[in-house]
């Protein structure tokens, strides 16, 4: 099949992805990463149905060198769906990364004002507020929800009959905060090691993920004393040896927005100073020498050691970071995927997204240096993949 766009590091087909990738050769991908539809009708949009089918995650299967990785996002109604039809298709499991973020919004029914309308009963105005209302028929995630949205009045209303009074105040749904991504693996040739050695996959970077850049203080675990009557463990735990470190924290299966929502749920415990981050920053990690977001800017004096600053973050999609004239809905922010592309691609490696969007994994790839290829369905969405690249947004 002839690519719709194809340059020294990007490779872009429009087409069903189903069709595309039975042209690609066995074993000749590092990785997949990608965000494929959830399954939950998103805008009423028919690609949006259901979750890719076992086929779809087969054919990926067979173009992964063996040990690589795929990364799938997935939402929490349907996390189940992908990560079972993954599984079916021949991949391992290996793990789920939890994105939080704080800007979602609940899509909840109240119960008291059905029960007064099926009730037929006016209930009294007692004040209003000021909301957002979607010009579509759903919310997304980021910067789109802002340009497909409007301030709405709302009236705040009494309940108006005894038992929507009884159940005043509660609802059908909780506030979205968190989308899944499955880690998921292709069987190994023989040992991690000997794997490694032969396809350059099987194996996540780990240092080239770590997160945070700040001095803190090398702690070393104490022995282990076993009391001879019961032979039972116990610890003295650890202390610190009087060095410090700039050697990030180990990439966890949390990633954050950094926004205060969610920084807010993390205990603030004593610990050892870190970093802070403070407004305009897009993302935070070490990345194995490689530079920080020049967004950042990093203050010392925070205490970290019980709260948000060990686990990686990074904002969510803005305008500039969508690229001028994106609509897509479902924009991921580029820092993500470039953390993502770096924590499962080997350098100068080749990653595939056969759910290719607006081309945010292929703009992350070539930022890491990595090849990728797209399928995406959509022409109009392929177009912005490919003006997203010749703009060169960077973050």
């Not at 074993?27 to 990463?33: F, I, L, P």
């Not at 009959?161 to 040739?189: D, F, H, M, N």
């Not at 959509?378 to 993949?385: F, G, K, L, Q, V």
Request: aromatic share 6%; net charge negative.
């Amino acid at each position: 099949m002839k690519p719709y766009y194809e340059d020294e590091q990007t490779t872009i087909y429009n087409g069903d992805c189903r069709e595309i990738l039975e042209t690609l050769p066995d074993g000749s991908v590092d990785a997949v990463v990608s965000d494929p539809p959830y399954g939950l009708a998103f805008m009423g949009k028919r690609w949006d149905y259901d979750v890719p089918g076992v086929e779809v995650w087969q054919e990926c299967l067979r173009v992964l060198k063996p040990g690589g990785h795929l990364l799938a996002f997935a939402g929490t109604r349907t996390q189940h769906r992908m990560a079972v039809k993954i599984e079916d298709a021949g991949f391992e499991i290996r793990d789920m990364i939890a994105w939080v973020y704080g800007s979602g919004f609940p899509k909840s029914l109240d119960v008291s004002k059905a029960i007064d309308k099926a009730a037929g009963a006016e209930r009294e105005v007692v004040g209003t507020k000021t909301s957002r209302q979607p010009t579509g028929n759903a919310y997304a995630q980021d910067e789109w929800t802002k340009l497909h949205s409007v301030p709405h009045e709302i009236d705040i209303t009494a309940p108006a009959t005894a038992a929507a009074k009884q159940w005043s105040g509660w609802g059908t749904a909780l506030k979205p905060a968190l989308e899944p991504i499955t880690v998921a693996r292709k069987p190994l040739c023989g040992t991690v090691a000997e794997n490694v050695l032969q396809h350059g996959t099987g194996a996540m970077n780990v240092d080239g993920c770590r997160v945070g850049c700040e001095a803190r203080p090398v702690m070393v675990r104490t022995e282990t004393v076993v009391a001879a009557s019961s032979m039972s463990g116990q610890s003295t735990g650890a202390t610190s040896s009087g060095e410090l470190t700039t050697v990030g924290r180990w990439p966890a299966n949390l990633i954050h927005d950094g926004s205060d929502e969610v920084t807010g749920l993390f205990p603030e415990t004593d610990g050892v100073v870190g970093a802070k981050r403070e407004g305009g920053d897009k993302c935070i990690f070490s990345g194995g020498g490689h530079k920080q977001s020049e967004k950042q800017i990093i203050t010392g004096g925070t205490k970290d050691c019980g709260s948000a600053a060990r686990f990686f973050y990074t904002a969510k999609a803005d305008k500039a970071d969508r690229g001028h004239g994106n609509n897509h809905p479902t924009v991921k922010p580029q820092a993500l995927m470039r953390y993502l592309v770096r924590l499962v691609c080997p350098p100068g490696g080749v990653v595939l997204d056969p759910f290719g969007g607006s081309g945010t994994t292929a703009v992350a790839a070539r930022l890491e240096q990595c090849r990728s290829i797209l399928c995406e369905l959509s022409a109009e969405y392929c177009d912005i993949a490919v003006e997203r690249l010749r703009q060169r947004v960077l973050f």
